[in-house]
Nanobody
Framework: QVQLVESGGGLVQAGGSLRLSCAAS????????MGWYRQAPEKQRELVAT???????NYADSVKGRFTISRDNAKNTVYLQMNSLKPEDTAVYYC??????????????????WGQGTQVTVSS
C-alpha cells in the first residue's frame, strides 16, 4: 500500500507563488509517473502537470510558463512550483502517482494512487 501526502497549499495574492510537495510512503517498489491535478468548485478534476520517472514533463496549457513540476526519485517526492498565480488557479490540488510492483514472473502490476488534496486559494 502506498500513501501520498501533499503539503504547501495556502492563501496567496494574485501574482504570488506557492510550492506544493507530495511525498509517497509505504511499501514502495517503483514509482512511475507522478502528477498534479486540481478541482475547482463545481468543476471536474483536471490535469495540471505530470512527470515521468525519467523527467519528461507535460503541462496543461493554462499553466505553461507559470508552473514547474519536478521530482526527487530518491525521496519519492514530486513538487509543483507555482508562480504568477491567478484567481482562476484556486482549487484543491491533488497528487497522483503510478506505483508498480514486480510479480514473481517478472511482469509488473501497476496501481494508481491519489493524495488527499491541498487547498490553494488565490485572492484578487
Amino acid at each position: 500500500q502506498v500513501q501520498l501526502v501533499e503539503s504547501g497549499g495556502g492563501l496567496v495574492q494574485a501574482g504570488g507563488s506557492l510550492r506544493l510537495s507530495c511525498a509517497a510512503s509505504g511499501t514502495i517498489f517503483r514509482i512511475d509517473a507522478m502528477g498534479w491535478y486540481r478541482q475547482a468548485p463545481e468543476k471536474q478534476r483536471e490535469l495540471v502537470a505530470t512527470i515521468t520517472s525519467g523527467g519528461d514533463t507535460n503541462y496543461a496549457d493554462s499553466v505553461k510558463g507559470r508552473f514547474t513540476i519536478s521530482r526527487d526519485n530518491a525521496k519519492n517526492t514530486v513538487y509543483l512550483q507555482m508562480n504568477s498565480l491567478k484567481p482562476e488557479d484556486t482549487a484543491v490540488y491533488y497528487c497522483n502517482a503510478d506505483h508498480s510492483v514486480r510479480n514473481y514472473d517478472y511482469t509488473y502490476t501497476s496501481r494508481n494512487y491519489w493524495g488527499q488534496g491541498t487547498q490553494v486559494t488565490v485572492s484578487s
